[in-house]
């Protein structure tokens, strides 16, 4: 199997704090993590590409100051969303893909992350 | 920016019978996939298709690929309830690693 997990499932903050969300693969080691947005009835945007040891790819747009991801082994990565305003709830999603080293393999998500900011 | 474009956005069809997805994107490919996102969950992958392949089954799924079109078609036989989710094509960006999305298709399955 490859299971990957996120935690907190949800969570609710008040404006201008920062909120930590965790991404682990469980059964894999993971050298290459990717953190998604999804708004409500909409598809995925990648924000950023983890690579562990190494700073994180981010996609045009993506604030790299705003959203910190730090990818320290091999099977943690973590997406801090700092300051957080209200345009910045969403579903956040991390998935990971086996070290395979080929282009666009299979990539296994987590549950994903509801995030709420007040 | 999102390669895939799929059709129909939503589709709706009765339990038993079959609903098919289609999917067509831009850029040259090495594989395109297809998952399943239940409402508020993360996604699930079906299945996998390689650019050299034309067919491929797993079970009550059926998806074929023409490259020539640049388009995927995904086939769900004899449709269950539970088989009611968002489902999204995702092809790989140029040979990268990452993987882009289509806008996804909303099946629901009626009882």
């Known amino acids: 199997g490859a299971v990957v997990s996120q935690h907190p499932s949800r969570v609710i903050c008040k404006s201008g704090t920062s909120v930590k969300i965790e991404c682990r693969s469980l059964?894999?080691?993971?050298?290459?993590m990717f953190w998604y947005r999804q708004f409500p009835k909409k598809s995925l945007m990648l924000m950023a590409t983890?690579?562990?040891?190494?700073?994180?790819?981010?996609e045009q747009g993506v604030e790299k100051d705003k959203f910190l991801i730090n990818h320290a082994s091999l099977t943690l990565s973590t997406l801090t969303v700092t300051s957080a305003h209200p345009e910045d709830s969403s579903f956040y999603i991390c998935?990971?893909?086996?070290?395979?080293?080929?282009?666009?393999?299979?990539?296994?998500f987590g549950p994903g992350t509801r995030l709420l900011v007040l | 920016s999102q390669q895939g474009e799929e059709d129909p956005q939503a589709l709706s069809i009765q339990e038993g019978e079959n609903a098919t997805m289609n999917c067509s994107y831009k850029?040259?490919?090495?594989?395109l996939q297809w998952y399943r996102q239940n409402s508020g969950r993360g996604l699930v992958h079906l299945i996998l298709i390689r650019s050299n392949e034309r067919e491929k089954h797993s079970g009550r799924l059926r998806v074929t690929l023409d490259t020539s079109k640049k388009s995927s078609s995904l086939l769900i036989t004899a449709s269950r309830a539970a088989d009611t989710a968002s489902y999204f094509c995702?092809?790989?960006?140029?040979?990268?690693?990452?993987?882009?999305f289509g806008q996804g298709t909303r099946l629901t399955i009626n009882p």
């Open positions: 983890s690579n562990e040891g190494s700073k994180a790819t981010y």
């Open positions: 850029t040259s490919i090495n594989n």
């Open positions: 998935s990971a893909s086996k070290p395979s080293g080929r282009a666009g393999e299979t990539q296994y």
């Open positions: 995702a092809t790989d960006s140029q040979g990268a690693q990452k993987l882009v």
């Open positions: 059964d894999f080691q993971a050298t290459t």
